[in-house]
């Protein structure tokens, strides 16, 4: 997803993401942008989650729709016959219904399972399949599409329009699936809560819970060892992986000072321009906490390690204006005053 970037935050109890495009946005304007629509307490992320092996057949998808779980990266392990394990809160409705039709097309029916949460756009890809399972602790979440616009009337009462129709989109989609009716499933949606597996399967989002008995301890000593030789290639093609990342991926870490000479150290940030409002910092190995004036004039504002303002310069131009109008009075007087100085010497 080299074309996008993202900002994870969490709104009422509920993680929540804005994607970006590198094509029209900064760190720097998007952060801009959050602070004008009210978002806060918000982290970016440049890299997406990359699936990852688990159990014998099985792939792990973490992260949001259209970022961290696309089409692209899912679809191939679908077609190697790969299970697919969901841990989502969602993310872009379009992208959901984009691999929910993909899904549908292979006419497979993969073994797809909740693992911790899958809610919103993350329901539509659980649902292509008829092999839907999820475990006894996970949850799901259906919910009325939402999005943040700003604009005139026009273009909210337009935007106002094209949500309404997503949202009775979804609720058929749903009622065909469960087999309530649309309002029933509009009424779901509206209350935004959490379903467990008892709820999910009497709705038909899931058809049963995975097996969650206790693994047997097998006395035989070959399987074990073979069970043994597995596990250690694992963790050394997971330790050459890890090494590999690290050569691949750039280190991250600025450190800028104050008019004080007070260091401030932002280990996720790659350059000074880059530094952005939710950006975390430390001074003196803690977390940055008050106010830092820069030498350019700005002053960082820090709570709990978190940068939470980026106050501009001020200009002292008024100050500055009569400090140079009483100067130049000044010399003004002192210029007759050398003339007769040097009369009275000639």
């Known amino acids: 997803m080299e074309d ?6 969490e709104k009422d109890g ?22 004008k629509n009210d978002i806060k307490n918000f982290l970016f992320f440049f890299e997406p989650n990359p699936p990852t092996p688990f159990k014998e057949n099985g792939m792990m998808f973490k992260g949001d729709i259209g970022f961290d779980i696309t089409t692209e990266n899912l679809l191939p392990f679908i077609e190697q016959g790969k299970e697919i394990y969901l841990d989502t809160f969602g993310g872009d409705l379009w992208e959901g219904l984009k691999i929910y039709d993909a899904i549908k097309a292979l006419n497979i029916n993969p073994h797809i399972e909740a693992l ?19 475990s006894q602790n996970s949850r799901l979440l259906i919910h009325n599409p939402w999005t943040v616009a700003m604009g005139d009337d026009s273009e909210l009462r337009r935007t106002a329009n094209e949500l309404e129709s997503e949202k009775i989109n979804l609720a058929k ?21 959490f379903m467990f597996l008892e709820e999910a399967k009497e709705l038909n989002f899931v058809k049963a819970k995975t097996n969650n008995e206790e693994i047997v301890i097998n006395n035989n000593e070959d399987e074990e060892m073979e069970n043994k030789e597995v596990i250690e290639k694992i963790g050394l093609i997971e330790n050459m992986f890890n090494k590999v990342m690290k050569v691949l991926s750039p280190p991250k870490n600025i450190m800028i000072q104050d008019v004080n ?9 790659e350059s000074e321009e880059q530094i952005a ?13 008050g106010e830092f004036i820069l030498a350019s004039g700005e002053t960082y504002v820090f709570e709990n390690g978190a940068l939470m303002e980026i106050r501009e310069a001020v200009e002292e131009t008024e100050d500055l204006t009569s400090e140079l109008t009483a100067e130049i009075e000044a010399l003004k007087l002192e210029k007759p005053l050398k003339k007769q100085k040097i009369q009275q010497v000639s």
Do not use: C
């Open 116 to 134: 911790g949460t899958v809610a919103s756009s993350g329901i539509q890809i659980l649902i292509a399949t008829e092999n839907r399972h999820m």
């Open 173 to 193: 989609l749903y009622a065909n699936v469960t087999g309530k009716s649309v309002d029933e499933m509009l009424a779901i949606m509206k209350d935004e809560r």
């Open 261 to 269: 000479g007070v260091e401030i150290d932002f280990p996720d940030v």
């Open 14 to 35: 509920i993680k929540k993401s804005v994607i970006f495009s590198r094509a029209e946005f900064t760190k720097k304007s998007a952060s801009k942008w959050l602070a």
């Open 277 to 289: 409002i939710g950006d975390m910092a430390t001074v003196d190995g803690s977390a940055a906490n």
């Open 4 to 9: 996008k970037f993202i900002a994870r935050y």
